[in-house]
């Protein structure tokens, strides 16, 4: 609904306030739901922590376990422990992770930057790859190069990560040694800062790609898709019959459009960035929130759960906000204000 | 290179696969180096690493090379002494003397004394260790006459053997002066234990490593060789395999990398798979049975079930050769203990379905005489796998079974604690004496919820008092003999069927030596080891 309301037109920043103000309060739900959703789960699946425990130390009594569900709170009835659960979560008190014995806030923020570097790198090389050969296929639409691209791109998306992880790993870091096997620095190198950027660069490379190759066909098939349909939108006609050069038709009258859709994938896979990937964090032994969260579901640690959840909300929210004023950014129809971008 | 070929191996009884490893002379001239830093793969990052309270091998794994038991397992004379020079229990089976080693110091410079071992037994043993609240349930009192010496004292008889056997595993000594008054559970000390081991706990970076460093205080003189021990977290077994490969690690313990691999590890110049160390925690597989179940009630069906899996096939396909046919429910590396002299059910699928018949359960129109789901226990490769061959071995007999799978924590929740299970897979661990984890196993009367234990709804009063007898039989080999009577009564009741024993397998480079030297190897304190500069 275009400026029809408007009748003192606020600031900029006042209208940004409240964009912001509404995103937060659409969270709210959002949360609330998560919260309740990962405390129904955990309680419907078989085993509480102290299984989980027991298991994993191989032997134990029932005064043993008593104690020890007693110590974690799982005595309790389902009401009450819903009721502390709820109540720490109102008040962000994330509280403690029974599996790693630390604070829930200590043991995601250990995590947190692995992730978001390994992963926020990986989306981009992805999106910046996918839309350049998507970009490509679109203008050969037809050709050989097209059939190419698409048929390459889809057998990486359907090629297993871990596989083409440890195809990696054979290949430039046990016979080429090019690069080093897992983890995300050298063991007790003593480096300065710049080689230790530089380190922790070498580590990040083949998880990186390996991630970037499994999302890449996803935006060569968004961009090649939305390029060709811009290409035969009314505006492009207009620009080529006024002469505008072929160049600057493809970069600005359909590039930057068809960049849209992309944008938004970007921001729809931000919900995976906390998430990580289980499998490359796995193969390529970097300490990440996916392996965390998946150890938190098998510990039963309802706290550390919750604490990766919320974070994660947080992010996509975050991420998102982001993504709508990219929108504004890329498409001049699109203006930021309350209520227009729902 | 491997030791020995592996078929060599598979004839032989443990025990002399273990002397044979150590007499392997290849390495025998060699003299020891100082110094280097050995890396070793890790896949668990358990929450407490305090070994007095977590008596498990993951646990131990790590913090064994930090914190000393009183004694270690040893191929030559069964215990080596470490912080206990010598012990002996009284004929009356009410005391226990432990006579400790003189010029022990803990990490931090204070002296080890026999406060430490009283401290250590009545608090955190007797109170707070999985195993140990069972093995120390009597101990009145620890009395310490002198800084040497420490006795035990029982309320009711306790077999000097028992707890002989229980000191590798169940006796890690914590120090006194920085644990008492503190709340065990919750203290620092046990993400960063401090002991009289080889090694310090230096560092942990969560996801990463784990760093211990050489203890310069440590009491054996010139030990340990190395300078540090560093615990890669390499969840990944390709990766795992691969970092062997490259030199990234020296070494992998507990079979981390798959079997399938061994053979292409062992083909590399400069990497052996070394199947050894670790006869004094074997683990065995069973197929346990749920007895509330009307058919698998019936021992004839329990005998019929056993008759149909062919247990050479188990050890050759699932396990690759590396493991041995159990005979019942002592592994026969356990020389003092193991008899075969007991009930057999041979691989036989006709003598099987005759006893099903005989049982009353007749293969329908279908050919189906009943259907049983099974859980097999989600831990190990090989305990999915063996589920996956028992489902093949049983519909040949005309018994259908499906799988049930769940995660650790579900697993253990749905066998012993919901008995809501027919057969089940489990994977107990074998520790040295059957009255640590193995009697358990038969035990009547458990109440719901003890996990690893008899939750079948088997309760024989003959098996009961014969468990009874174990723990209270002062006279060594008037002990055995029970034990060798709880064997025979453990074939012929077959409330669970032992299927196969395994050992782990480690695999390291040819530059680490004095691998594999103990019946506890990966679990012992490495003092030893070392790295051979030239390879």
Redesign the interface.
Known sequence: MPEAKSKVSPSRAARFAVFLFQRVVQAIPVLILVAIGVFGLLEL?????V???????????????AELRD?YGLGDGLGSRFLTYSTRLVQFDLGYS????RDVST?IL??LP?TLLMMISAILLSASIGVILGGIAAMRKGGPLDAGITFGALILNATPG?WLG?LG??LF??KL?WL?????ST??ADYGPVRATLDVARHLVLPVFTLALTYLALYVRLMRGAMIEVGESGWVLAARARGVPERQVVLRHIGRPALLPVVTMIGLQSGTLLGGSVVIE???????LG?LAFEA????DLQLLAGILLAGTLLVVFVNIIVDLAYGLLDPRVRLGAGEIA | MTYLPKEFLRGLPAVFMASALISTPVFAQDTPVSGG?L?VAND?????LNPAI??????FYISSKIVEPLAEMDYDTGLRPLLAESWEASDDGLSFTLNLREGVTWSDGAPFTSADVAFSAMQVWKEKQ??G??IFRNLDAVETPDDTTAILRFSEPTPGQLIENALPAVTAVLPAHLLEGENL?ETSY??APVGTGPFVFAEHK????YRLTRNENYWQNGQPYLDQI?Y?????P??KA??L??G?IHVTAFSAVPLTDMARLDAIEGVSVIPGGYEGITYNITLDFNHRREELGNPLVRQAIAHAIDQDFLVDVVFLGYATPATGPVPPTAEDFYTDDTAKYPFDTARAEELLDEAGYPRGADGTRFSLRLRPAP?FQQTRDTGDYVRQALAAVGIEVEIVT?????????VY??HDYDLAIGSP?WRNDPAI?TTILYQGG??A????ANQWGYDSPEMNDIIAQGISTLDTAARTEVYKDFQRLAQEDLPIVFLTHFTFITVARDEVRNVANNPRWATSGWADTWIAADQ
């Open positions: 699946a078989e085993g509480d922590a299984d989980a425990y027991l298991a994993g130390i191989g032997a134990g009594d029932a005064g043993l376990a110590r029974i599996a790693f014995s043991v250990e995590r692995n871990f440890l790993i054979i870091a046990v040694r080093p096997i897992g983890g995300l063991l007790d796995t193969v390529f032994s970097i300490p990440g392996a579901v098998s510990q039963r | 830093t890396v668990t990052e358990p929450r407490n977590v008596a498990s091998n993951g646990v999985n195993i609240r069972q559970d046990n993400a969560p996801g990463e490593l560093v890669r977290v390499l969840p990944d390709g990766a691969a970092a490969e490259t990234d831990w769940a995660d650790p924590g579900g697993h253990i929740a749905a604690t919901d661990v984890s458990l109440d919820g003890v996990p690893f």
